[in-house]
């Protein structure tokens, strides 16, 4: 039974690995300066988020999950710590020099300057549009942002407690519970595992404020381009502590989605936030405002929904797929593309005037980002870097 | 070795032999029965473990894990092709249901293992706001219908089976046939030749038809067809028997001897297979070649002694006389060549696999078995028989004519001839040299490298591999760590990185190991969100991701995972650049509790035995050279004549290596041991002619009249046995064993060049090196 069970997998896995892989005969990548340094001293203990990005030809063809649109050039970041840098439109794709080989899962810009979030809760930040590329943050370092929030946060529970009237009390011995048990699995995780939680997105008001979110509620906020960040978690509603997946905004009102249909909203560039009443239960992956100021937010089995009241009410976008959304676009032309698992691509509009013009993408791989091009769209996922081709775009 | 002594033991054998004829008939007799009834035992016998270099550290490595790797390998894939169509389509579904029914009960087949879209455990998955839904691939309610079949294309759509049990393009499906290789049941070993025709005859002639095709692959249809091409080699032994005959004949005109001469023959052949049995060994599809080559041999020696008897018959002695002449003559050379032959061979024992050293035996035995029968049997058969009054006739009648060959050759000795040829030669070596640089190591050809790459075997592998995602030449890495510690996060994030590495090596297709299921259990574990497509920390979001891996992909002690590499090919380069990029990974990377092995797969057994075989190319040309420059020394004691001999074999060697580039044929363990075997038997023709070219010379002749004795006396004997042998193995061209038939090729090549090179440039040698008395003109004929 085993045996069966073995070989049944290693099908499913292989067939998980979705479409023909092309052989790509490459040469070996001579041994960089940089590659070189990642692995010495000899035999020390290899840790990923140390480990300088490895260089590689097939960055453009692997996992790579979010894109940014900057000043004047395009960056993709996905696995083993890839930045690609794209200059002029249609140009090529170069691997950027990065001090880390986590999965990165979110990029943003502010004229050169650049910020792209990962897993083991890294945060790297690059002062040249995006070629050369350093830790801002790691995991480790998070732990310590998240307990110093939690020490402050118990001390002020401890002495609120003091003085508070007997109803108030049990909530707030409540909360102070919580507050401590979160920090003793903040000890706990730094002693055992090291640092689990990835961050999911990042996003920049301006090239000082800067906001990053991830799993199980984590939220971290820089007033100074990510020179010093603190731990804001404390600042949502999120006792579930349900995973943050993706953020956005317009001047100073951002947006939060996550887990279990999970949003936020800021009015005052994040100072303090409200817990909005979302049109559905299921995970949001991915936020969009639009040129029009509508809020787009989307995810799980093809559900999306717009704002155009900044969240207190929503319309229910038809895509006319169920699979998972998790980038988006608004054009010019007032199309808006949603793209998600499954290759697919749903062209919609924000007042649903039109069918959803769905199509699926030859590779039929996950779909992460989408930016506009001169011929149709770049996309990224699973596959990294592909294109889609519009004969007439409208 | 004085001439004295060479009479004395002559003598003494001469009497010990034929004083007692009948006694030693009865002997051959009883011993031709007693072997030739094991030789009927003898059993094809195509055991894996023997092909391979099973000191080799990969395969050390692979040994110590080939038990948790079992699964791996061997599984039989069939595809079911719709040449109208697509699957979807009533009739064709009815049909794969059938096919994959009747396979259920070929014995052997793992069937809880057996997947198709037609199988429960192929199932589709989602999630959803609740979680995972899913069912099996053919829906519930399917009755053929249209709706159902459309249903049917959803849930193929979603199952993610595309490019794995349903072909790319939707015209095939497959059914993923595992193996057990023991029988859970009975215990007993799977019988691949049984398995592989049943499999042909409840499959693919039951239902190949205009609108349904079927392909297919695996080891287990591989062994099959290799026993079921062996078995065509038996005929191939018949044709060489019946050839061999015919020019038997035409080159004595005597059927008595002909027939003499070929039963002793077969009589060494039958002793050679009833040792192999006796000694506990079995017949390879490599040592299949031996009993051509001691067959081939025997003809060749039994030749001379024909010749001789039938000058002696002509010269006016009876039978008895003439066949202790001729033994009294042949007896020495004879010895000398076939002593070379067999050291020549047993030099293949260097070589560090057993299929190999089981040919090196074989071909030993069969040599000295031949000693036995056509050094000893015949000359006794042929004082009974002697040759009949025709073949007489004919000697006399054509004694007198020069024989077209002898007047040809007899040139090479003068001046202008011999430097001739030797300048064309040096050219010839020359390109020989220069092509010999391309040769390569290996198999060169894609799918099964021992079939034919138009056969329908290589046909079947091309169509899975053109409409499935899936390359047939895997390379095995193993992750060693300590027990339960296979999916610690340490040792995953290492994997990790080393897949990645070997993912950005030069013909990588693909990796995949326990990592990559980790990373696709974040991806779904987290509602399918690519972001989490990592690994993670925490041991226990860890072991959640690998939940639904059961063991194939780690061992049962957590103590091994397999890393599997998908590559372009298995080209010995291809290899070279993976293992180096291995090698420079755990070089770069040390870290405690984990090491990276290898190798197994089918490459990574190819990696290693290429490894061997590229060393022990020039081991074994250096033992063989040797041992035949030695052979030589002790009987000519002459530099010279050791140089006159040996380098037209090194030049044969030397073109023989340049054609195997010009031919695409790579160094492996079938074409490694031909050039052994070449140079071995090779020596033969050399050692013929210049024994009789030294024995003019001694009588004071000149080079050009010795050499004119040499090839009047043993020229067309020699030209006869260079054909003998080429025909002997010329057949095995015709095999639908590629390697075979590289064989065959390499061997009917180098038997010919040995024979044209002796002939050749043995005089032209001997001339440039001013062998021979100073007064070249005097003419003092030898004494016959």
């Known amino acids: ?394 | 070795m004085s001439t004295e002594q060479h009479t004395g033991s002559s003598v003494w054998a001469e009497k010990a032999l034929f004083n007692v004829r009948p006694i030693w008939l009865i002997i051959f007799a009883v011993l031709t029965l007693f072997l030739g009834y094991h030789a009927t035992k003898v059993r094809p016998d195509a055991s894996f473990t023997k092909m391979i270099p099973t000191h080799h550290e990969f395969i050390q490595n692979y040994f110590d894990y080939r038990d948790d790797l079992a699964s791996l390998g061997n599984v039989v894939r069939v595809a079911v092709e719709n040449t109208q169509g697509t699957i979807f389509d009533a009739e064709f579904q009815q049909t794969l249901q059938q096919i994959n029914d009747e396979i259920f009960f070929i014995p052997g087949v793992n069937r809880s293992g057996l997947r198709s879209i037609w199988t429960p455990n192929v199932r589709w998955m989602e999630v959803t706001e609740e979680g995972f839904v899913g069912g099996p691939v053919i829906p519930d309610n399917y009755d053929g219908s249209k709706q159902s079949l459309e249903q049917l294309r959803t849930n193929v759509l979603r199952s993610g089976e595309v490019g794995n049990l349903v072909a790319n393009n939707f015209r095939s499906a497959l059914i993923y046939v595992p193996l057990d290789e023991i029988n859970p049941e009975t215990g007993a070993r799977l019988d691949y030749q049984d398995f592989s025709q049943r499999l042909e005859k409840l499959v693919r002639d039951k239902y190949n038809s205009a609108s349904v095709k079927i392909h297919i692959t695996g080891f287990a249809k591989v062994i099959g067809d290799l026993i079921d091409g062996a078995i065509q080699v038996g005929l191939f032994f018949v044709l060489a028997i019946l050839i061999t005959l015919g020019m038997l004949y035409l080159y004595s005109r005597c059927w008595r001897s002909s027939v003499i001469v070929l039963a002793c023959s077969i009589i060494a052949v039958i002793w050679q297979l009833g040792i192999i049995e006796l000694i506990g060994s079995g017949i390879n599809p490599y040592s299949m070649l031996v009993p051509f080559l001691v067959f081939a041999i025997g003809v060749s020696h039994g030749v001379q002694i024909i010749n001789a008897m039938v000058a002696n018959r002509v010269a006016g002695h009876n039978k008895l006389d003439a066949a202790k002449m001729a033994f009294r003559g042949l007896y020495i050379a004879g010895l000398t060549a076939l002593a070379s032959d067999a050291i020549g061979f047993t030099t293949l024992m260097v070589i560090d696999i057993d299929v190999i050293k089981e040919l090196a035996i074989a071909a030993s035995i069969g040599v000295a078995v031949v000693v036995l029968t056509n050094l000893m049997l015949l000359p006794i058969l042929m004082s009974y028989s002697g040759v009949t009054d025709y073949a007489i006739e004919y000697q006399l009648r054509t004694q007198n004519n020069k024989h077209i060959v002898v007047s040809f050759f007899s040139r090479f000795a003068q001046p202008k001839w011999a430097y001739g040829a030797l300048l064309v030669s040096l050219l010839m070596l020359s390109w020989g040299l220069v092509k010999g640089q391309q040769m390569k190591i290996g198999d060169l050809d894609a799918g099964a490298p021992e079939l034919r790459q138009d056969s329908r075997y290589n046909l079947d592998n091309a169509f899975i591999v053109d409409n499935y995602s899936s390359s047939t030449d895997i390379f095995v890495v193993m992750a060693k760590t300590e027990p339960q510690k296979c999916i610690a996060y340490d040792n995953l994030e290492l994997m990790d990185r080393f897949s990645w590495h070997m993912q950005n090596t030069a013909g990588v297709q693909d990796v995949k190991s326990i990592v990559y299921v980790s990373r696709m259990g974040m991806f779904g574990l987290n509602e399918g969100n690519l972001k989490w497509f990592s690994v993670n920390r925490n041991q226990y979001v860890i072991n959640a991701s690998v939940n639904k891996a059961p063991s194939g992909l780690f061992n049962a002690d957590c103590s091994m995972a397999p890393i599997i590499i998908y590559l372009d090919d298995h080209k010995a380069e291809t290899l070279k650049t993976v293992v180096a990029a291995v090698n420079q990974f755990t070089a770069d990377y040390q870290q405690e509790g984990i090491e990276f092995l290898m190798a197994a797969g089918n490459s990574g057994i190819e990696a290693a035995t290429n490894s061997v075989i590229e060393t022990a190319q020039y081991k074994m040309l250096i033992w063989v050279y040797g041992v035949v420059i030695v052979l030589c020394l002790l009987t000519f004691r002459s530099l010279r004549t050791v140089a006159c001999i040996i380098l037209p074999l090194a030049f044969t060697t030397v073109m023989s290596q340049g054609l195997m580039a010009v031919m695409d044929i790579g160094v492996k363990v079938a074409t490694l041991p031909v050039i052994a075997l070449g140079v071995g038997i090779g020596v033969d023709y050399g050692i013929y002619i210049y024994s009789r070219v030294k024995e003019s010379l001694n009588q004071g002749g000149s080079l050009t009249d010795a050499y004119q004795y040499a090839l009047d006396s043993t020229g067309k004997a020699v030209g006869f046995t260079g054909l003998t042998l080429a025909i002997g193995v010329a057949t095995w061209i015709f095999s639908p064993i590629k390697f075979q038939a590289d064989m065959g090729i390499l061997l009917t090549f180098m038997f010919i060049w040995n024979m044209l090179g002796a002939l050749i440039l043995i005089p032209a040698l001997a001339r440039l090196f001013r062998v021979g008395p100073k007064s070249a003109g005097r003419i003092n004929p030898p004494p016959r």
């Open chain 1, 1 to 394: 039974m085993r045996k069966l069970n073995k070989v049944s997998y290693i099908l499913a896995v292989m067939c998980l690995g979705g479409a023909a892989h092309t052989a790509v005969a490459l040469q070996q990548a001579p041994l960089t300066a940089n590659a070189a340094s990642e692995t010495s001293p000899q035999s020390q203990q290899y840790d990923v988020i140390y480990a300088a990005s490895p260089a590689s030809t097939l960055a453009s063809s692997n996992v790579l999950l979010d894109l940014q649109q900057a000043d004047g050039y395009r960056l993709a970041v996905g696995d083993w710590g890839n930045v690609l840098r794209q200059t002029e439109v249609g140009g090529d794709w170069q691997k950027a020099q990065v001090d880390t080989s986590v999965l990165l899962t979110a990029v943003t810009s502010v004229a050169e300057q650049a910020w792209a979030v990962g897993h083991h809760g890294v945060i790297i930040y690059s002062s040249d549009g995006g070629q050369h590329w350093q830790r801002q943050l790691d995991g480790f370092q998070l732990f310590d942002l998240e307990a110093a929030e939690l020490k402050q946060r118990i001390a002020h529970l401890q002495s609120e407690l003091e003085q508070a009237a007997e109803d108030d009390a049990g909530d707030l011995q409540f909360a102070l519970e919580d507050a401590q048990f979160l920090l003793e699995n903040i000890d706990l995780a730094r002693q055992e595992s090291g640092p689990v939680k990835p961050l999911l997105d990042v996003y920049a008001m301006d090239a000082e404020r800067i906001f990053a979110v991830g799993a199980y509620n984590t939220f971290l906020y820089s007033a100074d381009g990510g020179r010093n960040w603190q731990s804001i978690a404390g600042r949502l509603e999120n006792s579930g502590g349900f995973h943050l997946n993706a953020m956005t905004g317009q001047g100073d009102t951002l947006f939060i989605v996550g887990e279990a249909g999970q949003l936020f909203r800021s009015d005052d560039a994040g100072q303090t936030w409200q817990t909005l009443n979302s049109p559905y239960n299921g995970s949001f992956f991915g936020t969009h405002v639009d040129e029009q100021g509508r809020w787009w937010l989307y995810g799980l089995r093809g559900h999306a929904y717009v704002s155009s009241d900044n969240g207190d009410s929503f319309l229910k976008i038809a895509t006319g797929t169920d699979a998972n959304l998790s980038g988006g676009l608004s054009l010019a032309t007032g199309y808006t593309l949603l793209v998600g698992n499954s290759g697919v691509m749903s062209k919609v509009t924000a007042d649903n005037s039109s069918n959803p013009d769905v199509i699926e993408h030859s590779s039929g791989s996950v779909l992460t980002d989408a930016l506009s091009n001169d011929e149709g769209f770049v996309l990224v996922g699973r596959n990294g870097i592909q294109h889609y081709r519009v004969q007439n775009k409208q």
